[in-house]
């Protein structure tokens, strides 16, 4: 099970994981719904524990799985929802597992025969579970901003973030939190030219960095020999290998209006290092913040 950054869910097509899986994420209420159709097979197991796994890599508030259109009249996939449940109460902070099925299905009885109603919640119909999430998830620690795409944009979203920071007391991550955030701001001026709005969220003891677009086209990581050369010579699309480099885990995926790019920061030393990298926003030429230093030439 591959799920080294970047976590990109629906590359296969449209809002698609792969033909029997769809993601969507919900900004609004920081929460994913996973939708499973088709009739159960053996592959899917691992099929549908990959997509939970990035869903979970998020680090959303909840995670509700939309069964209702799910063909599995022998109840075999009981142990891969019942599991799902288990593995996110597990979580630090704890991601709740939601599962909508009809009440009646052999698959809703079996799992209430598994006792899977302590970990994992049982409802009708998506609305009932996204009214039941709703009412239970706080959303005080978050900061949001609605940005134009102007070039102004990304020093908007670099002093959201420094305000979140030391709200919050992360003073470790501002820094590096604020050279994505100016990352992929840019990306969302240049590539989408659409409205932008980044949400900044506390998450345990980390942060949760996120800025949508209305682009469905989901980004691409390129290798830098292939990427194709500036104004200047300047290479393009080095923005993403910053965000690559320097956030805990990242990744990508659909919205009701186009897409997010979601990126997390925990305070521990990062599995990846850029070469030097700057404190300076690479593409905007100024530090985050008046610090005094100067990126490097």
Known sequence: MDLRAPLMVNTGGPRRIEPTLTARSDIDNAVIELKVYGRWSRHLPVLAATGISKCFAESPRAVIVDLLELEDPLAASAPTWFTAGLRGRALGPPVPVLVCLP?????????????????????????????????????????????????DAARLARDLVAKACRAWHLKKLRHPAQMVACELVLNAVEHAGTPIEVTVSKRGRGLHLAVADHDPRLPRLLDPASAPPGPAGEYRGQGLRVVHAVATSWGAMPTTTGKVVWTIFQERKPRRSAANPARACPRHGRPPTDTGRTAPS
């Open 103 to 151: 009440p009646a299905a052999p698959l809703a009885v079996r799992l209430g025969r598994m006792g899977a109603r302590w970990s994992l919640p049982l409802y009708a119909s998506v609305p009932q579970a996204r009214t039941a999430v709703a009412g239970r998830l706080p959303l005080t620690e978050r900061e949001r901003l609605r940005l134009a795409p102007e070039p």
